[in-house]
């Protein structure tokens, strides 16, 4: 046709599904279900030929499998699987009141324990007391013409660690365990930056320094709270004293915020208010500096000419951390473990092995959980005349004795049951043969004949 299209219909050979079951087409031949509606490619050897899926055939997921990010897809487009790591983590974690398993803020499990024993060698320096809790065991020696602290281990005779004060009228304000040191050389990672604050009432006088943690990044600010007591006398601020990384800064006045500014260029905010004797806030600290790996001890020194400096004792070989392929980490004053599916902290503190998410809770599983929380296997069965039993073990047994009855019994009657027995099931019908049965037992007739024959 001259200035139009000319379109023909082609129909492929066609049928229902249950006629392409009966049909095995030529290789490379292509049929149409039409109960499925789709095309079927025939190979000439598969009866009813293998079947094309349709494009809007359905691939569904589940509460943790993901389809394209959704509960199901389509064969139109591309399929990618995800697995919802947050949810199969809080499925995985058992809601029981003793679990000490649980799932931490990054949502994997996280197993944390209150009561968790220390693991004490004979060549730690950290010891068990008479009274079974853990002492150091440690002794300090002071020699006042060179101003050295010094403290010895638990031989008597190690000096583990030495400060020196800063002069012979120093007051120690306050001392502290930390972890990790302010340094310039310091590593820019996520820790505890100790902030030291004193605080002067109207009458003149310093109370006790009050140490800060507070948990942040280099160049980024974090916040903690704090709380103090005035010395006997007191009834309102009239300054603020701020200590870091050993620089010393007041704030007079006595206003909240009392803001500061240190020598690197570390900015601390101190928010307070007074209830009687108490003195109480937050500080927003942005440090400067990094952290320098280790446990330190702490000291805040007072002086005669009123300055006030803070000193870092490296003790972190007094501390055992056992982090190194045991799964065991400690933050602050939490001992975390990273345990495997299915084990826990008991309410002691001791680890045990849940298998409410290990065996199956199939009907005919022979695996279950018994009431004790271990294994138990149902191996033998009660029913009647089973000769498989229970052993004072608990095992399954089988003896001799338990066998010998009832194998004589299916062995007598087998051969002692007259016509039916095994013996006369075995011999042949064909006429003429001289073996016969005889009371359900084999016997051989031979007839001779007589004298006449």
């Known amino acids: 046709m001259k200035g139009a299209e000319l379109w023909h219909a082609i129909q492929q050979f066609r049928g229902t599904t249950a006629q392409h079951a009966a049909y095995t087409g030529k290789i490379g031949e292509l049929t149409v279900d039409t109960d499925k509606k789709v095309v079927v490619v025939q190979d000439g050897v598969t009866a009813g030929g293998v079947p094309m899926a349709r494009e809007d055939r359905k691939i569904k997921g589940d509460t943790h499998l993901k389809v394209n990010s959704g509960t199901e897809g389509t064969l139109a487009g591309d399929l990618t699987l995800t697995v919802n790591m947050d949810s199969l983590a809080t499925d995985l ?9 649980s799932v931490g803020n990054d949502n994997k499990l996280f197993a944390k324990s209150p009561d968790a024993s220390l693991i004490i060698r004979p060549s730690d320096k950290i010891l068990h007391d008479a009274d079974g809790k853990v002492a150091a065991d440690l002794s300090m020696t002071y020699h006042p013409y060179s101003g050295e602290l010094k403290i010895i281990g638990h031989d008597g005779v190690t000096e583990v660690a030495t400060v020196t004060v800063p002069s012979s009228t120093s007051v120690l304000k306050g001392v ?12 820019a990672v996520k820790g505890d930056y100790h902030l030291s604050l004193m605080f002067r009432d109207q009458a003149g006088n310093w109370a006790q320094a009050v140490g800060v943690p507070i948990k942040t990044t280099k160049g980024t600010a974090g916040t903690a709270t704090f709380s103090t007591e005035m010395l006997t006398g007191g009834i309102s601020v009239a300054a603020v004293r701020a200590v870091f990384n050993g620089d010393d800064k007041t704030v007079e006045g006595g206003s909240s915020p009392a803001r500061v500014t240190f020598a690197d260029n570390s900015t601390a905010s101190v928010t307070f208010n007074v209830s009687g004797t108490t003195i109480s806030g937050n500080v927003s600290f942005t440090p400067q500096v990094g952290l320098k ?3 330190y001890l702490h000291f805040i020194w007072a002086l005669s000419d009123n300055r006030v400096v803070d000193t870092y004792v490296d003790v972190t070989e007094l501390i055992d951390v056992y982090t190194a392929g045991q799964g ?26 849940d298998f409410t998410n290990t065996v199956s809770t199939d009907t005919n599983n022979a695996l279950k959980a018994g009431a004790d929380g271990k294994l138990s296997v149902k191996v033998v069965s009660a029913n009647a005349g089973n000769v498989i039993k229970t052993g004072t073990d608990q095992g399954a047994l089988l003896t001799e004795n338990d066998l010998k009855t009832p194998v004589k ?4 009657d087998m051969v002692g049951s007259a016509e039916g027995s095994l013996g006369c099931s075995m011999i042949s019908a064909t006429v003429g043969n001289q073996i016969q ?12 004949g007589t004298m006449d024959d």
């Open 93 to 101: 974690v058992s809601t029981d009141a003793n679990n000490g398993l």
């Open 176 to 187: 502290e365990l930390v972890h990790g040191k302010p340094d310039a050389a310091g590593e």
């Open 293 to 295: 790996a280790g446990t």
């Open 328 to 353: 065991i980490k400690i933050d602050g004053h939490t001992i975390s473990a990273k345990l495997g599916t299915g084990i826990k902290f008991d309410e002691s503190g001791n680890i045990v092995v």
């Open 409 to 412: 019994n299916i062995v007598n």
């Open 437 to 448: 049965c005889d009371n359900g037992k084999l016997m051989v007739y031979s007839d001779y």
